[in-house]
């Protein structure tokens, strides 16, 4: 699970798909990913929209409306408040982050930096019973994934990685720096980012995530070679995250 490829979420009680998370390239030509199968829909984007179809209907996501001019990597190009909508700032890379089955939600991030290996993201969840788009939280990384919404609604965790270099291998020491847990308060948008209680000198990465509990996130650390390769053989390590032991913070200034 190197900064090679984006990693893959698992399919664990059946409320979240199986989700890998596609890096788009944005080449000015509308370019539009092939369409992909999370759970019961099937989802495809490009740099301006996300189209979700299931049975005969259709849901479309503009990202027009979503970017505000405070998001705008390049400063603010459009007047007014910087918490207006800032049509002009364009999305680069939009990228999914998980798909709620049990509760009809997809989450996607984007972001207006483009050719980066570090970006400041922009998180947001989408309802398809009300066909609306909430803002949730900022996030600075490299990409996202396994995604996973707690039963009752309110907790939404994922992995967000942090660049790597191909050439550089992993660097021992850097376990929190390359992977981290993220957990969003969807009920009160605060975010919160637990400590992984892993060797430092050893090499890991979160393989699994699940919700054993309303407030219980358990995962699965595996251990990884120096050349990103996982070790064989080992069960890995697994991890208890208690929400109620968490410090929530404010993500939106």
Known sequence: MGRGVRSRSVLRGGAMAVLWAWPLVANGQGYMTPARRLGTIDVTFDSSQILIKRRGQEWRIDFRNLVRGIDCASGPICPGSPTAPC????????????????????YFALTTMAQSFERPFQIFSYSLATRRSS????????????GTVSKNGRYFAFIKDHHLSPAGGCVVGRTAILHEIEIVDLWSRTIASPALDLPEDKIFFIHEMEWTSPTVLT???????????????????????????????PSWP
Request: glycine share 10%; net charge positive; aromatic share 6%.
């Open 87 to 106: 049509p002009a700032c364009a999305p680069s890379d939009p990228d999914l982050v998980g798909w709620d089955e049990r509760h009809q939600t997809l």
């Open 219 to 249: 995962c699965l650390a595996r251990r990884h070679q120096e050349d990103c390769r996982i070790v064989a053989g080992e069960q890995g390590v697994r991890l208890r995250i208690d929400m109620n032991g968490l410090k929530f913070r």
């Open 135 to 146: 803002r949730l939280v900022n996030a600075w990384g490299a990409g996202f994934s396994l």
